[in-house]
Structure formats: C-alpha cells, structure tokens
C-alpha cells in the first residue's frame, strides 16, 4: 500500500489584480488538513531557511524564477511540478 501524500503543491493562478503567481499547497500535519496559498518567494525563503538550519546537508534545488522566451503556461505548470518534487 502506498503511503498517502503529505503536501500537493497545485492550482498556480495569478490573484485579482496582481503581477505575480500563487500555488495552492494542500497538506496534513498533526493539527489535521491544511490548505494555504504561497507564492514562488516563499518556496525560496523556505530553502534557504534549510540551508541555513542544516549546513552540509542536500537541500534539493528550486526550479528556476523565470525563463525568457518560453511558453508562459507551460512555464508555470512545469515550475508547479518541479515545487511538488522539492517539497517532497
């Protein structure tokens, strides 16, 4: 049996009136079920935190912030993915 997913980063979406993407990042902790919205930033200040908490240890890279000259949808649901991978 395979163990249930603990965090699904998803819904990338540009809120009202705003310059930037947000992900929906759903996920259970000991409190219960959690739904939150994060922004690219936030996925960065959170690996460096764990750079800095766990020196020598592997923290996984983050896609990158932006690529000129690709397609932007595609852009942004590649970029999704790839946080699933670093927050797993």
């Known amino acids: 049996m395979e163990k249930a997913q603990a965090y699904q980063v ?9 310059d930037h993407y ?4 759903y996920g259970i902790d000991r409190l219960g079920k959690f739904e939150v919205f994060r922004r690219y930033s936030d ?15 592997y923290v996984p890279p983050l896609p990158p912030k932006q ?22």
Do not use: W
């Not at 998803?10 to 705003?18: D, L």
């Not at 947000?22 to 990042?25: C, D, E, I, L, S």
């Open 10 to 18: 998803c819904n990338p979406h540009k809120p009202r009136g705003s």
């Open 22 to 25: 947000q992900y929906t990042v």
């Open 43 to 57: 996925f960065n200040a959170l690996r460096d935190l764990f750079a800095d908490r766990f020196p020598g240890m």
């Open 67 to 88: 690529t000129l000259g690709t397609n932007k949808v595609e852009f942004i649901e590649e970029r999704c993915f790839l946080l699933n991978m670093f927050i797993r």
